[in-house]
């Protein structure tokens, strides 16, 4: 017999993964409680990175099904959803995904979806790149400072550096400039030998 598990994530702590056990069990999945994997992290995360996603890899087993509602349930990145969905496959569990019509994504028509998706997704990646390139490019011609802004000004950099010079300790004056540690390390490595 077929067993049927639902994989519910949100993001943050302040949301709920019930709407998503509610939208599966409204779509005819009979899902028992005990197969009901739900965590709280951000979908950033690679899918076999999640602590609650580990588990559930470890109770599937060829035939079983993996119901999601949306695709983003298992990742925000394409690859890595086309990648957990082929491992997946590969043990023999099927995954259906209510957001794409309840269709099975190890079927044909599933990874016909699939490849769609993932090219969709690294054509707006790749326009995502451009315009953020070409966005640096004008900012550069037209003068503006790029990157981040600086922490400390040129005579405070001085400061840091009599002050190591003098045998003061790193923390001690981070603490005195109302800095990190990591930005006296940085002024002071950026010294040459």
Known sequence: MTRVFAYCRVSTAGQTTDNQVQEIAAAGFQVQPTRVVAETISGSIAANERPGFRKLMDKLEAGDVLVVTKLDRLGRNAMDVRTTVEFLADMGVRVHCLALGGVDLTSPAGKMTMAVISAVAEFERDLLIERTQAGLARAKAEGKALGRPRVLTDAQESDVLQRLAGGQAIAAVA???????????????????
């Not at 603490?175 to 030998?193: F, G, Y």
């Open 175 to 193: 603490r005195a400039l109302n800095t990190s540690r990591a930005t006296i390390m940085r002024v002071r490595d950026a010294q040459p030998a």
